[in-house]
């Protein structure tokens, strides 16, 4: 018997997760905008964790670094291999949680993650796992979603109808620049931030609301819950709409995301 006290979460994780293949393609401009602030370079050993469709790892494959992939989801893990092997890249991808990394202190120069280790639920583990597998003088970089902008209030929204179990950090928080800071400590010297912008093409917010509703998990899992109650259903559909409509013009959905980069003492 497992003795994590959020594997159920997690394995309701992996399911909801398990559907955000449609949409992958979205997080691909974004993964090399992080890959390159990384620094990521031909030779280095790199580690993609919560690496889903495997965009970042395939493109520090590309870039020539020697490239490991983990994700908790199977399903996404074979649309990675997929994509490596379409890249002409070799990558190690393998199931695995970041709160519990299958690979040695001191393993990687690089360790990445793009909209993934924020989704574990203790984040003072998995952040102590994601150093313990750096190298001293390696870099850590990480894409996260700001708690003030779209994706982030979107996350918000959808935990006020489904509240995340006791103890469960939130997402959003990874996207604040004083919890990050707070949560690397002192293992980390040159702390970096910098701000991109992700752009969802979409004909209007209800479309792309749709779209959440069939691909990203924590909207799917609202959706389902609220499948018996069509006047809450509509509420959260409703307040979800204004939400992306304050960051929809010109067919885009205009969503923000914060990058990070430290390097390990």
Known sequence: MSTDPFAQFKAVQREAWALFVPIAASTTPAAAALVEFAGAAPGQSVLDVGCGTGVVAVTAARAGAHVRGLDLSPVLLEEARRNADLAGVAIEFSEGDVEALPY?????????????????????????????????????????????????????????????????????????????????????????????????????????????????????????????????LAQFRDEFAALVDKFFARNIVHQSFLMTRATKI
Request: net charge negative.
């Open 104 to 232: 040695p202190d001191g393993a990687f120069d690089t360790v990445l993650s793009q909209f993934g280790h924020m989704f574990a639920p203790r984040p003072d583990v998995a952040i102590a796992e994601m150093l313990r597998v750096l190298k001293p003088g390696g870099r850590i970089a990480f894409s996260t979603w700001p708690p003030e902008m779209m994706i982030g209030r979107m996350f918000t929204l959808v935990s006020a109808y489904l509240p995340p179990p006791p103890g469960v950090a939130a997402p959003p928080q990874w996207g604040d620049p004083a919890t990050i800071l707070q949560r690397l400590g002192d293992q980390v010297r040159d702390v970096e931030f910098y701000r991109e912008e992700m752009r969802f093409p979409a004909l209007s917010p209800r479309h792309f609301i749709a779209i959440m509703e069939q691909s990203a998990g924590p909207v799917v899992k609202v959706v389902a819950m609220l499948a018996d109650d069509p006047l809450r």
